[in-house]
């Protein structure tokens, strides 16, 4: 069972909940022990410090997307085209 953390938003507290992934959709924020404040669930990847580093975008693929939407933009010319023809 993945382990889910809760921060309480007054105190400060946190602590580890053994959830499901049913139970921790289910359980967003817990009562805490001081009771004034709720404990919110801190998503996984912020208790994860490490940054992964951002690959650049290779220099093909941004060519190849632009070719793509250039590509899309004549088909949606061509069918506004072909449907104006309808019309008249
Ligand atoms: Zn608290």
Redesign the pocket.
């Given at each position: 069972m993945p382990k889910y953390t809760y921060r309480?938003v007054?105190?400060?507290?946190e602590w580890q909940v053994n959830f499901s992934l049913e139970e921790a959709k289910q359980n967003p924020w817990l009562p805490?022990?001081?009771k004034?404040?709720v404990?919110n669930r801190v998503p996984q990847s912020f208790s994860v410090r490490e940054k992964k580093k951002e690959t650049p975008k290779q220099v093909g693929d941004i060519t190849e997307s632009f070719i793509e939407e250039a590509r899309e933009e004549l088909d949606q010319q061509k069918k506004e085209a072909s449907s104006k023809e309808y019309k008249v």
């Open positions: 309480c007054g105190c400060e507290r805490c022990k001081c004034t404040s404990a």
